[in-house]
């Protein structure tokens, strides 16, 4: 109860930080709270209060914290905004640093590398709790696809991603996602936006 009261309070937390606050802490206590159910493994290293994992929006919590840098993009951004019709399961999420996937009681997590020159377009969305979690503007979720998924280049293809029609007119910021593409200097990337505002936002 002590730990639970010093920590809780922190949501994510790994073993670097509890030996940073006691250098005799005992790892063997975690595995031991874990197989009790007071605390959920979220990968190796890193754990979390089970009671937290209960919380509103804890899934997207966890993926800005066990990977960082990284923010909530591609895919989980698009049917947050309702972009797209699916319901995704898997939280996707962009990085500098190596792609990689992760598992645990919450769900499937998966990071796309971004060059450092691209990692940008996101917001941070506040907790109630305390903390909070980043998630790529709308049209940076569709700058992150169209860059990391190239197959994306014609006009058939684009309209098998089945953007929301409504969303793509009218609230959809045309200069925002035009001037995304800009500022990462990729010719073809440009030029797939170019397409994708002929096909969706043709009035």
């Known amino acids: 109860m002590q730990f639970k009261e010093q920590w809780r309070k922190v949501g994510c937390f790994n073993i ?8 005799d802490f005992d790892r063997t206590n975690l595995s031991r709270w874990v197989k009790r159910g007071y605390l959920a493994k979220l990968r190796q290293d890193w754990y979390a209060f089970s009671d937290i994992l209960a919380e509103p929006d804890a899934a997207k919590y966890v993926a800005y914290k066990i990977y960082q840098p990284s923010y ?10 309702g972009i797209i019709p699916e319901v995704v399961s898997r939280i996707t999420s962009v990085t500098t640093n190596r792609t990689t996937m992760y598992s ?21 969305v506040r907790l109630f709790s305390g903390g909070f979690y980043q998630i790529a503007l709308p ?9 990391l998924y190239p197959q994306y280049k014609t006009a058939d293809a684009l309209l098998e991603l089945r ?28 030029e797939r936006v170019e397409l994708l505002i002929k096909i969706y936002c043709n009035d």
Request: charged share 20%; proline share 0%; hydrophobic share 40%.
């Open 16 to 23: 670097y930080q509890l030996r940073a606050w006691s250098e």
């Open 72 to 81: 909530i993009s591609l895919h989980s951004a698009l049917s947050h905004y």
């Open 104 to 124: 645990n009681a919450l769900g499937e997590y998966s990071y796309q590398t971004l060059k450092t020159e691209m990692y940008f377009g996101y917001n941070q």
């Open 139 to 147: 049209e940076k979720a569709i700058i992150d696809l169209l860059y």
């Open 163 to 190: 953007f929301d029609e409504w969303w793509m007119k009218e609230a959809l910021n045309r200069e925002r996602l035009i001037s995304f593409a800009a500022q990462s200097g990729i010719k073809c990337l440009q």
